[in-house]
């Protein structure tokens, strides 16, 4: 195609999860302009994920909850703020691969005159993309990941890797190593990770027991556990630091890079439907998801047969012993897969 962009902005609003999910279709943005700048506006949280993967020049990081639920009169100004500098940079390309009301208008805003928008009915302001032939209509039943990879579809993309991916950086593995050292675990005794936190409560497993599985596996299975806390969940952790065994560890001041880093040194990570699961899956751990069973839930699942997921009616319906089995499955699997291996 003709078409040839020099500087793009790619609208990439989702919370830490979605970004991770994205990471495919940002990779496509990348390789397929591989002359242009390539600008990405994030959540600030979200941010190091799209510096650490490499597919963009920029991570713009933007506050989209202040944005969205801050009091009304900061809101607009963070908003008009946001426009005069998305303004400034003169864009010729937006790509907005969520597409709600307030990203189409930031898009149309910037002054491109190329806007290429997901198309989610009742969601998206479709009249305000101009890009022919528009993408195909939002298919919910489809993973998340080929539905942003679908936005791209009219830049004729072809066949591409549809698993994400994220680089562990030295100096991030070097700083969890001596964390772990000074936690002595650093010896031969293999990693199983636990994160009790989620964005929202509805889908937090219990945090005791996690704290009951993380007994198990440490009595049967002769791993040593690493408590995952990010300030969301830090006095959660705290309160029920006694119940987890003594020989936990617990990580509680990480960096999205050092949590990618300490991720790859898991044997496994058990986790409730959350950002962290995703980049531990995105740093090739097998991941145990504990999640409340929903018509749409597979859409969200990290691709690969190593993954594992218990569901139930509601995320507390979920026993420990049904999150142990799938656990010790996971874990015993890869185990024997690293000795046939090595």
């Not at 959350?274 to 751990?285: D, K, N, Q, S």
């Amino acid at each position: 195609m003709s078409f040839d962009p020099r500087n793009i902005l790619v609208i990439d609003f989702g919370q830490l999860g979605d970004v991770v999910l994205s990471l495919p279709a940002l990779a496509v943005v990348r390789q397929k302009f591989a002359r242009a700048r390539v600008t990405v506006a994030v959540g600030g949280s979200a941010a190091p994920v799209v510096e650490l993967a490499g597919v963009a020049d920029e991570a713009l990081a933007v506050d989209r909850v202040a944005l969205r639920d801050g009091p009304k009169h900061l809101s607009i100004w963070q908003i008009g703020k946001l426009v005069l500098e998305v303004r400034r940079r003169r864009f010729d390309f937006v790509i907005d691969l969520h597409s709600l009301s307030e990203t189409n208008l930031l898009g149309f805003l910037s002054g491109a005159p190329q806007r290429l928008y997901a198309r989610r009915p009742t969601r998206s302001l479709d009249y305000l993309s101009n890009f022919k032939p528009p993408p195909p209509i939002e298919d919910r039943k489809k993973h998340a990941i080929d539905r942003y990879l679908d936005v791209l579809a009219p830049l004729g993309v072809g066949e591409v890797s549809r698993v994400p991916r994220l680089p562990v950086r030295e100096e991030d593995s070097r700083a969890v190593v001596e964390m772990l050292r000074k936690a002595k675990a650093a010896s031969d005794a293999p990693l199983v990770g636990i994160f009790p936190g989620a964005g929202h409560p509805s889908r937090r497993w219990p945090v005791e027991r996690f704290a009951e599985l993380a007994w198990r596996l440490e009595r049967n299975d002769s791993v040593r556990t690493v408590v995952f806390a990010g300030p969301e969940e830090r006095q959660l952790v705290r309160e029920a630091r006694s119940k987890f065994p003594p020989s936990a560890v617990v990580l509680d001041r990480l960096s999205v890079p050092q949590l990618a880093a300490a991720a790859a040194r898991l044997s496994l990570f058990v986790s409730n439907d959350t950002g962290p699961m995703h980049i531990a899956a995105a740093v090739g751990t097998p991941v145990v998801i504990l999640m409340q069973h929903h018509p749409m839930f597979n859409c969200y699942i990290p691709p690969g047969e190593r993954h594992r997921v218990v569901a139930a009616r509601t995320v507390e319906a979920i026993t420990v012993e049904a999150a142990y089995a799938a656990a010790r499955a996971a874990f015993t699997t890869e185990r024997a897969s690293s000795l046939f291996s090595g």
